[in-house]
């Protein structure tokens, strides 16, 4: 059974990086798509972002500018980071398997509250 | 780009079905068959429950179907029982590379 874990830091400054670790146990990020996904508080997902093993990536285009998603593989982990964040970017992180790319999410982490305030 | 339109809410009696729509263009929903559905409980992940339209990850309930006619998909559930209460949202893969997800719908078990 594979799963996901999130870290990172759970208060943000506003116009600081944003960056989380996913960690994946039961699986491996040499193979498949590796997604982040965002849920403000009380509204609806929002897909951010993916990695494939290669380092191949893949962003939303309203998040493009402000992204990177990475790979550690021999940390079987991968990363997100978000610069500039503002109050618009509190939410709920959550790492998924992308079956893809960007196609379904069958397994999530638990996901990790982000605050951006000062 | 715009979310997928989804009712805000639908409800239904124990044993009986629900309906819950997803409305897209000929860009997303309509263009591929890339339309999955997932179900959040308060507080929980997101949970995979139909994916490709129409199929069921091994461990989801066959009440759980999928459907998808022009721009619109669907997920019903029938014989509606008391823990599938939750939130439901749908998502579709977009022809600028992209991935979009619905505002989601509350299902309420009356």
Partial sequence: ?118 | QSALTQPPSASGSPGHSVSISCTGTNSDIGGYNYVSWYQQHPGKAPKLMIYEVTRRPSGVPARFSGSKSGNTASLTIYGLQAEDEADYYCSSFVGNNNLIFGGGTKVTVL
């Fill in chain 1, 1 to 118: 059974q594979v799963q996901l874990q999130e870290s990172g830091p759970g208060l943000v400054k506003p116009s600081e990086t944003l960056s989380l670790t996913c960690t994946v146990s039961g699986g491996s990020v040499n193979t498949y798509y590796w997604s982040w996904i965002r849920q403000p508080p009380g509204r609806g997902l929002e897909w951010i972002g993916y990695v494939y093993s290669s380092g191949n990536t893949n962003y939303n285009p309203s998040l493009k500018s402000r992204v990177a998603i990475s790979a550690d593989t021999s940390k079987n982990q991968f990363s997100l980071k978000l610069i500039s964040v503002t109050a618009a970017d509190t939410a709920l992180y959550y790492c998924a398997r992308d079956r893809g790319p960007m196609s379904y999410f069958d397994f999530w982490g638990q996901g990790m509250l982000v605050t951006v305030s000062s």
